[in-house]
């Protein structure tokens, strides 16, 4: 398991944009593939969009396609969710997760599949 800090939320209006943080520690961070996902008051936790270990392949939610885009830096032990377009639907508690093994879209759209969480940061976009 690797310990994972999100940072960057913060309250925007529609149309804004915001770009998150997940820093990891450990130095097997590049070994991991990333997801992020967010849980809005009163609803189930959801798939966001996650990267593989390389960043080569990248997996969306078909409701932050096209508005959303996550990256790493791997040197940096750091991936990332630039927000844009953003809409009051997109208000939630946005969590970044870990996994070591299995790095398919089928596997990392799962939230339980992932066993390393961070704290979560709020995205509170008004209308």
């Known amino acids: 398991q690797v310990q994972l800090v999100e940072s960057g939320g913060g309250l925007v209006q529609a149309g804004g944009s915001l770009k998150l943080s997940c820093a990891a520690s450990g130095r097997t961070f590049s070994t991991y593939a990333m997801g992020w996902f967010r849980q809005a008051p009163g609803k189930e936790r959801e798939f966001v969009c996650a990267?593989?270990?390389?960043?080569?392949?990248?997996y969306y939610a078909d409701s932050v396609k096209g508005r959303f885009t996550i990256s790493r830096d791997n040197a940096k032990n750091t991936v990332y969710l630039q927000l844009n377009s953003l809409k009051p639907e997109d208000t939630a508690v946005y969590y970044c997760a870990a996994r070591r093994f299995g790095d398919t879209r089928e596997v990392l759209t799962r939230d339980h599949e992932y066993r390393s969480w961070g704290q979560g940061t709020q995205v509170t976009v008004s209308s």
């Open positions: 990267i593989n270990w390389s960043g080569g392949s990248t």
